[in-house]
């Protein structure tokens, strides 16, 4: 094991580049999935780690589950031994258990709300609200999917921006954005250096139902005017866990990339590039961080099993 148990944690570093880099440079569907798999596959190796730290570091504390074997000198040199870190690592690991739950809880919990307040409304793909509020979300699960916007939103939109919201929030359902956000941020909640990672995946998402909203309606300038339009009198919406219409990301670079050019829908960039040099070293970090958990779980069970008598 040595110290390569350590590297998970700090390996989330190599994805600080990338994290910047992909959204202004790679389309915004290939962003958010390579920033969320990179984001879950780091969370879990230093979740993996701090369990391992805390098994070794606390192994000849009174009362571990652990066999006596594993006082043996010939294991104890086999596995790096440091009561001050192992110790450390129990309240840094339920601390981790505790946010990660606590962040389901309260996304199941507003997912629910959510659902109840719209029990008496029709049926329907749409639930336009009375309220003077102006805000549009999308809103997964329960019987169905749903868009969810106000009469004050819709008021202050033209037709043609209308249809691009209601394109924009059906895109959000569609490909599923709640699952990539939930990812990140439980990934985030694990490992701290992570919370990069989050940030852009919160305007990535945004420019991939921006990207669709457009090809949707036909018209690029359509959908940043209707963006425009929300971001000036949108309060963002009630529940800051579902995916919004403009208060998600900042809303200048939004309209300004629909105002450009469709980004290219190229799946991976050149190694010869600033962004293919940050995804290729984002790649290997991740690489390295899973083989090194992996490599140390494995070596643990096996000093395990030697350890423990018949």
């Not at 997964?140 to 921006?161: N, Q, S």
């Not at 809303?251 to 105002?259: K, Q």
């Amino acid at each position: 094991m040595g110290v390569f148990v350590f590297l998970p944690l700090v390996l989330p570093l190599t994805a600080w580049p990338i994290a910047r880099l992909a959204e202004q440079h790679l389309h915004p569907r290939t962003a958010t999935r390579l920033l969320t798999a990179v984001a879950a596959v780091m969370a879990l190796c230093s979740t993996v780690c701090l369990g391992l730290v805390m098994v070794v570091g606390t192994a000849q504390l009174p009362g571990n589950p652990l066999p006596d074997g594993w006082s043996d000198p010939e294991v104890r040199a086999a596995v790096p031994f440091d009561e001050v870190v192992g110790k450390a690592a129990i309240p840094a690991l339920c601390a981790v258990v505790a946010a990660c739950g606590r962040t389901l809880w309260r996304h199941g919990r507003v997912r629910r709300r959510a659902h109840r307040a719209l029990a008496g409304l029709p049926a329907t793909g749409v639930a336009v609200l009375p309220d003077e509020v102006p805000y549009a979300y999308a809103l997964p699960g329960g019987r169905r999917d749903r868009v969810v916007v106000t009469t004050a939103l819709l008021e202050g939109l033209e037709p043609a921006e209308r249809r691009a919201l209601f394109a924009h929030e059906r895109a959000h359902l569609t490909a599923r954005h709640h699952r990539f956000l939930l990812t990140v941020q439980l990934a985030a909640r694990a490992n701290p250096f992570l919370r990069p990672l989050r940030t852009a995946v919160s305007y990535t998402t945004e420019r991939w139902a921006d990207e669709e909203a457009a090809r949707a309606v036909g018209s690029r300038r359509a959908v940043a005017c209707a963006i425009g339009k929300a971001a000036l009198v949108s309060r963002g919406t009630p529940v800051a866990t579902l995916a919004g219409f403009a208060a998600p990301g900042p809303v200048p670079r939004r309209v300004a990339a629909l105002l450009g050019p469709a980004p290219s829908a190229r799946r991976w960039p050149s190694l010869f590039t600033s962004v293919g040099l940050a995804a290729w070293c984002a790649a290997a970090g991740t690489a390295v961080s899973a083989m090194s958990s992996a490599n140390s779980a494995v070596t643990m069970v096996l000093i395990l099993r030697a350890a423990t008598p018949l």
